[in-house]
T-cell receptor, first 111, second 111 residues
């Protein structure tokens, strides 16, 4: 049973527009959430995280929103750039235990 | 910048051979992980360690084994490689309740 879900396998966005990647989770014990970006044949790169005590965290073009009641988080990228084209993984951690990763969403930013 | 290194980056090896994938980190992290990822699929945790002499199997059953004799080193060994072991292997490390840093990965092909 998948505890972290990313229901959109792929997403295409025009350069300069907003990209919104979504993630849902089922385990209410998760208290720390992360987004990673991955290029083919490379390891994932950490992008941004959010603690369960917050509902928003912003870092440059990247903003993560957390809705605990809905068990939903989203990553907003504004403005989107062609270099943002990659697979984005949502991950969650339960009080210092192991990370659980979603299946990923492939983002394509079109010039 | 993450200081976690995996060698080799790419490996093509014949069936039945013994292989060891190396992973080292210089950040002094207690927690280390091995993930397996097939193209377009999610990351599956196959092994983890919370410190020296601590190793556990992850969510995905794997025929590989690991050891943690030193904090900085977490090698993964396959005693007898098979074509079904063909995959990308990703090593990561973290402190408690912080982001995990990933190495570049090893793409293993067993022929």
């Amino acid at each position: 049973d998948q505890q972290v879900k990313q229901n959109s396998p792929s997403l295409s966005v025009q350069e300069g527009r907003i990209s919104i990647l979504n993630c849902d989770y089922t385990n209410s014990m998760f208290d720390y959430f992360l987004w990673y970006k991955k290029y083919p044949a490379e390891g994932p790169t950490f992008l941004i995280s959010i603690s369960s005590i917050k509902d928003k965290n912003e870092d440059g073009r990247f903003t993560v929103f957390l809705n605990k009641s809905a068990k939903h988080l989203s990553l907003h990228i504004v403005p989107s750039q062609p270099g943002d084209s990659a697979v984005y993984f949502c991950a969650a951690e339960d009080y210092g235990q192991n990370f659980v990763f979603g299946p990923g969403t492939r983002l394509s930013v079109l010039p | 910048e993450a200081d976690i290194y995996q060698t080799p980056r790419y490996l093509v090896i014949g069936t039945g051979k013994k292989i060891t994938l190396e992973c080292s980190q210089t950040m002094g992290h207690d927690k280390m992980y091995w993930y397996q990822q097939d193209p377009g699929m999610e990351l599956h945790l196959i092994h983890y360690s919370y410190g020296v002499n601590s190793t556990e199997k992850g969510d995905l059953s794997s025929e590989s084994t690991v050891s943690r004799i030193r904090t900085e080193h977490f090698p993964l060994t396959l005693e007898s490689a098979r074509p079904s072991h063909t995959s990308q292997y990703l090593c990561a490390s973290s402190e408690y309740s912080t982001e995990a840093f990933f190495g570049q990965g090893t793409r293993l092909t067993v022929v």
